[in-house]
């Protein structure tokens, strides 16, 4: 079992900047690939970006790529999203999730945990 819970969500204007955290409870988050999602209002949850165990190699959606960075710290069992040049449609609730899968996971199928999310407002 993995309890998630994010933070660091906000109101901020286009262009500007913010920080997820997603801390993890229990002994094994290094085994997990750690990913974010998002959920805007009447939308489905999208794959914003994943990182493996190791935080050697992580994958972004095309909308982020360049502007977002996921990274991870297994010492804190806590990963993050630096979001940069933040524009008004990255407006949404952002979840992290937990897989143990080696495949498909930019899909929301692969993850067997998820956090409650926390609320990104971007404002134009």
């Known amino acids: 079992q993995v309890l998630l819970v994010e933070s660091g969500g906000g109101l901020v204007q286009a262009g500007g900047s913010l920080r997820l955290s997603c801390a993890a409870s229990?002994?094994?988050?290094?085994?997990?690939?750690m990913g974010w999602f998002r959920q805007a209002p009447g939308k489905e949850r999208d794959f914003v970006a994943f990182?493996?165990?190791?935080?050697?190699?992580?994958t972004y959606a095309d909308s982020v790529k360049g502007r977002f960075t996921i990274s991870r710290d297994n010492a804190k069992s806590t990963v993050y999203l630096q979001m940069n040049d933040l524009k008004p449609e990255d407006t949404a609730v952002y979840y992290c999730?937990?897989?143990?899968?080696?495949?498909?996971?930019?899909?929301?199928?692969?993850?067997?945990?998820w956090g409650q999310g926390t609320q990104v407002t971007v404002s134009s």
């Open positions: 999730a937990a897989s143990s899968r080696l495949a498909a996971r930019t899909t929301r199928g692969a993850y067997d945990y």
């Open positions: 229990g002994r094994t988050f290094s085994t997990y690939t």
């Open positions: 990182i493996n165990w190791s935080g050697g190699s992580t």
